[in-house]
């Protein structure tokens, strides 16, 4: 090899490591998931105290209870289609039945996305946030509990269209402004709790959120969702519409629309 083409393979070899480099400070390193009884994929998380659910690597499953520890460590996160897809044109259409454990905080972006046959999720007090479209199109999905929700992403429950009714309790204070209920067609009652923390209201049969005091000058509430007997509350006079509020909204017969702001 003559000296020329020895530098020239330094310079190359020099500047795929520089970008490497740069790529790696920029979007950070990347960790090696690892497999645990051959079937759930995952990665540690949080200092490696922590254990993120990525994938489990058999699409005909129809009843999963997801594993509450891993190398001794708490399972904390359902990570993003961790139950959706899982190699091209194959999904997880025939899960019926999903138990998660105590120590899960938080259910990532689409991670059940299209299980058609999903009729049952066990969710535990720990589960704070569901992030977005994480259950949308689980069609056979009749009812679930997030009574310790805090935070509900958009689209969350889309397209579900066996559920009936959806509980709001206390603790939640954040919902996507992308409607969480988006083309629930079967949806009749959105009871929210009376001293809910984000400010929605009930007895209206909605997700209708009052803004406090110095938040929009223009406008009393916003509208995040509804169902087909919404009742809108004669005391507000100006509202908002977020996106999708009313979208698959079959039933619905009547609004007043002189209060709409936009």
């Known amino acids: 090899m003559t000296m020329r083409k020895f530098y020239c393979r330094l310079v190359v070899t020099m500047f795929i490591l520089c970008v490497a480099v740069i790529a790696g400070n920029s979007m950070g390193v990347v960790k090696a998931s690892k497999v645990y009884q051959e079937h759930w994929t995952y990665e540690l998380i949080n200092g490696d105290s922590e254990v993120k659910i990525l994938m489990y690597n058999d699409p005909t499953v129809t009843e999963l209870v997801i594993p509450s520890r ?105 919902i996507s402004d992308k409607n969480p209920f988006a083309d629930c067609s079967s949806l009749e009652t959105i009871n929210v709790a009376e001293d809910n923390d984000g400010g929605f209201i009930g007895n209206s049969n909605a997700l209708i959120r009052m803004l406090g005091e110095g938040e929009n000058e223009e406008i009393d509430a916003i509208i995040f969702s509804r169902c087909k007997n919404t009742v809108i509350p004669e005391s507000l006079s100006r509202i908002e519409i977020n996106d999708y509020a009313f979208s698959g909204c079959t039933g619905l017969k009547s609004i007043p629309f002189e209060k709409i702001k936009k």
């Open 70 to 174: 891993i190398e001794g460590k708490p399972v904390t996160q359902i990570g993003e289609q961790a139950f959706s897809w899982y190699e091209d044109g194959i999904y997880f259409t025939n899960l019926e039945k999903v138990t998660i454990p105590e120590d899960v905080k938080s259910i990532g972006e689409k991670a059940f996305y299209n299980c058609i046959k999903l009729e049952s999720v066990n969710l535990p007090e720990s589960v704070k946030s569901i992030d977005f479209w994480a259950f949308r199109g689980c069609t056979n999905l009749t009812g679930i509990d997030i009574s310790n929700v805090t935070s509900l992403g958009g689209g969350a429950f889309a397209d579900c269209s066996s559920l009936t009714s959806v509980e709001i309790p206390k603790s939640v204070y954040f």
